[in-house]
C-alpha cells in the first residue's frame, strides 16, 4: 500500500534507521558496499542528496544543481549522523508537501516534480542504507511496501515477478535476479510520465 508522497522519505529513513539504530557500536570506518565511502561517509552521502533534493523544489531551477551543499559536522557521533538524516529526510518531505504538482526542477537523471524528488530522496536513503547494512553484516532489504512506490516512479521499466525491495537493488546495482545478472551501468527516470492515479 502506497503512502502519501510527503511520507514516503520519512518512511525511508525511519526504515533505514531503525535497522541502524543498534549498530553505533560497530566500525563505521568499513567501505559501504562496493562505494568508495566509508559507512559514516555514507551517512554524510545521504544528507547531502536529500538536502539537495528539497533545496531543488525550493529553487526549481531549470537547467543546474544549485549551490547547497549540506552534511554532517565531521566530528560528530553515529547517533548524531542518525539525527541529521533524519533532519534531510523532514526538510524534503515538507518541501514535497508544500510544492504543487504543477513545480518542475532541473535534475541530471530528469527534469522532475515533487513525487519524482520523493521517490529520489527514498531512493537515496533505502538504497545506501542497504549498502550500510550489507557491510556491517546485517541482511537486511528495502521493505517491499516504499521500494514498490519508488520503483513505480524511477523505474518503470523495472522486472516484474521479485519482491519490490529486491527488484530495487537489482535496478540500482546492487545484485543480480534470478534470471537477470547484475547491473553494471544504471540510473532512474526521474522525468514525467504517465503514472497511477495515486501519484
Partial sequence: MSVEWDDLPLAAAEATL??????VHRDWQVGA???DWTCREMLDHIVHGVTGYA?????????RYIGLRAGIH????????????????SMLATMV??????????????????TGFAAMGATELLVHGHDITRSLGLHW?????????TLARLFPDAPTGHP??????WCTGRHA???????????????LQPTPATL
Fill in 164 to 169: 519490490p525491495g529486491t527488484t530495487l537493488l
Fill in 141 to 149: 532489504t528495502p521493505p517491499d511496501d516504499l521500494a514498490a512506490q
Fill in 97 to 114: 508537501r508544500v510544492t504543487g504538482p504543477g513545480a518542475r526542477a532541473f535534475h541530471s537523471w530528469g527534469t522532475s516534480d515533487r
Fill in 55 to 63: 533545496g531543488l523544489l525550493i529553487v526549481r531551477p531549470v537547467d
Fill in 18 to 23: 531503525s535497522v541502524l539504530s543498534d549498530q
Fill in 74 to 89: 565531521p566530528e560528530a557521533d553515529v547517533p548524531a549522523a542518525f539525527e541529521a538524516v533524519q533532519i534531510a529526510a
Fill in 33 to 35: 558496499g562496493d562505494t
Fill in 177 to 191: 535476479l534470478p534470471g537477470l545478472p547484475r547491473v553494471t551501468h544504471w540510473q532512474w527516470n526521474g522525468a
